[in-house]
């Protein structure tokens, strides 16, 4: 069993999951980004509802769970990661950003809608991605991937200071980002 | 007062307060961050199983992510649920192969769209897992607690994906 526990694998686990996934579903479907128009639309920067969801999100997430970390309720769980990882990675993913129209968690959401590019193509794409990864892993490892390696920090704990003294101007500065985007039209 | 349950489109704003809260939701109950990539990895891991049987187990990447069922990959299948209740309940639920600005460009092909979204699909399968995480698990997650790998993969997905999209739409697309 403690096996199972490990992975996440444990009956009232994955129950939990697929309830916070519904919910995570039905959100994302009322905010109009499991369709491809609303995600090119925002790298085209035409339409910033992609923008607006993430950032709300982030502020509110944010202020909760560091909270929550003081009370002692939750341990922040952040990923680790590197130059060659992150930067490399993340530009790839951003061209499989632009040319699917959807990402991994949206587009699950697309097929909730009944978008059939993203079930076919889409899915089948991204999973053949993964597996291509994985068999690419064992030398992409021990070159790029440990490239610039900075590991699980965080900002507070880069720069040695309170977590608040970063998370009330972050929230603050993402709050301007916000209302910047509303003055300009969009 | 229930009239948000069958609106098209609700404020971005809400939407984002209740993905917020969600999250703080999965930390305290789940001991889990929102993410989405990994599910797309243990599935790959199934599929090679299925077809190259067990010894796939033991390649570096899928010991790291074990082929199975786990929170995150019923997080995942619970977004089509909560997906196709909401667009079911507002009448936005529509069969579509291609989507309306894709056409407007590119043209009203199914088999080109289907093309084109297999190869966008492998180029963000192969960077989600290259990068450690997706717009969910570094983006959304990641970000908010304030994890450098994150904010640093979050800025790239956009730079990337800014400039592969002006690129097909204003270069290839013209």
Known sequence: MANAQETGTKGSTLIAGFIFGIIFGFLLQKGGVTKYDVIIGQLLLTDFTVLKIMLTAVITG??????????????LQPKPGSFGTNVAGGLIFGVGFAVLGYCPGTIAGAVGNGYLDGLFGGITGIVLGAGLFAAAYPRLQKGILSKGDWGDVTLPRLLKVNDWIVVVPVAVVLYLILRLIESSGH | MMEWLFARQLSPYIVGVGIGILSWFTF??????????????RTSGMVERLLRGKRVLL???????KPVVDWEWM?????????????????????????ARWAATFGFSPLLRFIVALGGGICLGFGARWAGGCTSGHGISGTLQLAVSSWVSAICFF??????????????GR
């Open chain 1, 62 to 75: 944010m202020i909760g769970i560091y909270a929550m970390k003081g009370f002692g309720w939750v341990r």
């Open chain 2, 28 to 41: 305290l109950i789940s001991q889990k961050p929102i993410g989405c990539s990994t599910a797309f990895a």
């Open chain 2, 59 to 65: 390649k570096p990447y899928y010991e790291k992510f």
């Open chain 2, 75 to 99: 997080l995942v299948f619970g977004i089509v649920f909560g997906s196709l209740i909401s667009s079911l309940l507002s009448g936005d639920f529509a069969w579509q192969w291609v989507p």
């Open chain 2, 159 to 172: 730079i990337g994906g800014i400039a592969s999209a002006f690129f097909l739409y204003n270069v290839i």
